[in-house]
């Protein structure tokens, strides 16, 4: 099984500290299912940018995060509402 690196840039530590609490502990159990099982089902990890190895995370209905993909460590660098995110990919 394949295990993931997780970082993050301080653009996204900064979107992820104005989130609601309830959208932080989706989001800390979202990144613990990416690191020990990316093909883990409710993640819908995706490829939203082959050019820039540049990948969508599913938090919940309403929320997501993007990163890149470097080998074995994604680095994120955006999460907020899914609003948001369909004007950004």
């Not at 099982?37 to 995060?65: F, G, M, T």
Request: contains cysteine.
């Amino acid at each position: 099984m394949l295990v993931v690196k997780i970082s993050f840039t301080p653009k996204f530590e900064d979107l992820f500290r104005k989130l609601p609490a309830h959208v932080k502990k989706q989001a800390d159990r979202a990144f613990e299912h990416l690191e020990y099982n990316p093909r883990y089902p409710s993640l819908c990890l995706k490829c939203v940018d082959p050019q820039e190895s540049r990948y969508s995370i599913r938090i919940s209905d309403k929320y997501r995060a993007l990163g890149l993909l470097q080998g074995d460590e994604i680095t994120l660098d955006w999460i907020g509402p899914h609003g948001k995110y369909d004007h950004l990919i």
